[in-house]
């Protein structure tokens, strides 16, 4: 024995091995079950072992089988993912976009699907920011602080701070002093901050001492928030999918902080002529304008 056995006898053994059934694997791949025992048959005549044990209404793998099983699955998962990003199909439209950490988690899966949903034959590929790839994206949402960004041609929302917690723990709270019962969290990287938010209740400071601690991430921080006795202070609406779907609530008794800076998606210079990319674009901004029209508290 030597080289490598036919691909599409390895095809056939993957589809048997994940039925147990040689006719369920046939309807699968389009093939009687004969065939699929002479594709295997011939597999396991390469290899000069039986990879199936047979009985009148099921076949088991070997224990042979069984550990050339994932081999086979990972290789040829490899070889169809290869192919899709090389080879597309001319039915298939591919759109790049790039955005953060926490549009990527939170705010751009449910847009994305109703985009795919509405455009069959597009398929968005969502890449996050600050990882180091070989890519030119079709679309980028950045975070502008620059003056006049609202009026940017791609602007999708502002950012208003919020305070989020768990329901129980919100719902105690009506007023800024009830904040001092609770761990404060903040992101690094977010412009505005607690001590923003505190600064505008005179004598707050002086009443009370306050825990504030930092994270990195706002999806780091709605995880502690989760875990309760802790508060966060998050940027909304981009956070809204991702603490409802954790079971978070904006606190109304404490009015949110507005921002510095605004989303916005910019298209490619290149890419802007395609017909895909400019569809999900508008369907960008129109998700945008309907989550403003929500308003603050969820």
């Given at each position: ?80 993912a290869k192919a899709a ?26 847009v994305v699907s109703v ?51 768990r329901p129980t723990d ?129």
């Open positions: 024995m030597s080289g490598i056995p036919s691909l599409n006898w390895l095809r056939v053994f993957d589809a048997a091995a994940r039925h147990q059934s040689f006719a369920s694997a046939g309807r699968e791949l389009n093939m009687s079950a004969a065939a699929v025992s002479q594709q295997v048959l011939a597999l396991e005549t390469y290899f000069k072992r039986p990879l199936f044990e047979r009985s009148a209404n099921s076949v088991r793998l070997t224990i042979e089988g069984d550990e050339f099983l994932p081999t086979v699955q990972v290789s040829l998962r490899a070889i169809e990003a090389l080879f597309p199909r001319k039915d298939v439209e591919r759109v790049t976009l790039v955005a953060s950490q926490l549009m990527t988690m939170s705010w751009l899966p449910r985009f795919e949903q509405t455009q069959p034959s597009a398929q968005v590929e969502l890449l996050m920011e600050d990882i180091q790839r070989q890519v030119v994206p079709d679309l980028t949402i950045r975070c502008s602080e620059e003056p006049g960004s609202v009026r940017h041609p791609g602007w999708l929302m502002g950012l208003t701070h919020v305070v989020v917690g919100v719902a105690e709270i009506h007023g800024a002093d009830d904040l001092a019962r609770f761990r404060l969290l903040e992101v690094r990287s977010h412009a505005v901050g607690w001590n923003t938010l505190l600064a505008r209740y005179p004598g707050l400071a002086q009443r009370h001492v306050f825990k504030i601690d930092a994270v990195e991430t706002t999806p780091l921080a709605l995880a502690m928030v989760r875990e309760g006795l802790v508060l966060a202070l998050v940027p909304w609406p981009v956070s809204r999918q991702l603490l409802q779907s954790m079971g978070l609530a904006v606190c109304s008794g404490i009015p949110g902080v507005a921002g510095a800076g605004n989303y916005v998606v910019e298209l490619a210079r290149d890419r802007s002529s395609r017909k895909v990319v400019q569809e999900l674009f508008q369907a960008l901004r129109q998700a945008a304008a309907s989550d403003r029209d929500l308003g603050v508290v969820s």
